[in-house]
T-cell receptor, first 112, second 111 residues
Framework: QKEVEQDPGPLSVPEGAIVSLNCTYS??????FMWYRQYSRKGPELLMY????GNKEDGRFTAQVDKSSKYISLFIRDSQPSDSATYLC????????????FGTGTQLKVEL | DAGITQSPRHKVTETGTPVTLRCHQT?????MYWYRQDPGHGLRLIHY???????DKGEVSDGYSVSRSKTEDFLLTLESATSSQTSVYFC??????????FGQGTRLTVV
């Protein structure tokens, strides 16, 4: 079993929809949680970076962390065709060389 | 792109040949990483460095070696390339407990 599980999709939604992307994990030592967006043939770019449990909002994006359930989510409001990409969750423990453990990514397509 | 340059961006090589990928940063970050990305596996850590001449293995290090002689450069070497090493390779950098930023990737094909 992988340390981080993520539904690979693909997920297809109409423009303007609210998108929910999720990851579950098994290592209770993870303290930092990230979401990356990756366009085709590009490198991952950091969207959200959170520490421990709680919510963080940045524009149309909201990240939620529930450490008791070992579950993290990324919500995208008013989704746009430009949001079409693969979304990767990642997490790490405190210290430990700053190494990230990634989910496999969810492919999202926002259609006009 | 957070001051990270990977070279080459694309490479086709033959089985059994050595290959070196280069990652160059202009951010003076302490940590540098090499990941590979494959369908169904996501990004997996190959090796990382926490300072000049300080490196350690990641999850999928077999068949790879690294070197870091300067803060700004981190080299990944495939001593004898195999078809299973066909992949997209990403370099990343971070400061201590900071966010990780990725390069644009190197697409390597071993034939």
């Amino acid at each position: 079993q992988k340390e981080v599980e993520q539904d690979p999709g693909p997920l297809s939604v109409p423009e303007g929809a609210i998108v929910s992307l999720n990851c579950t994990y098994s290592n209770s030592a993870f303290q930092y949680f990230m979401w990356y967006r990756q366009y085709s043939r590009k490198g991952p770019e950091l969207l959200m970076y959170t520490y421990s449990s709680g919510n963080k909002e940045d524009g149309r994006f909201t990240a939620q962390v529930d450490k008791s359930s070992k579950y993290i989510s990324l919500f995208i409001r008013d989704s746009q065709p430009s949001d079409s990409a693969t979304y990767l969750c990642a997490m790490k423990v405190t210290g430990g060389g700053n190494k990230l453990t990634f989910g496999t990514g969810t492919q999202l397509k926002v259609e006009l | 792109d957070a001051g990270i340059t990977q070279s080459p961006r694309h490479k086709v090589t033959e089985t059994g040949t050595p290959v070196t990928l280069r990652c160059h940063q202009t951010e003076n970050h302490r940590y540098m990483y090499w990941y590979r990305q494959d369908p169904g596996h996501g990004l997996r850590l190959i090796h990382y460095s926490y300072g000049v001449k300080d490196t350690d293995k990641g999850e999928v290090s077999d068949g790879y070696s690294v070197s870091r002689s300067k803060t700004e450069d981190f080299l990944l070497t495939l001593e004898s390339a195999t078809s299973s090493q066909t992949s997209v390779y990403f370099c990343a950098i971070s400061s201590l407990d900071g966010e990780a930023f990725f390069g644009q990737g190197t697409r390597l094909t071993v034939v």
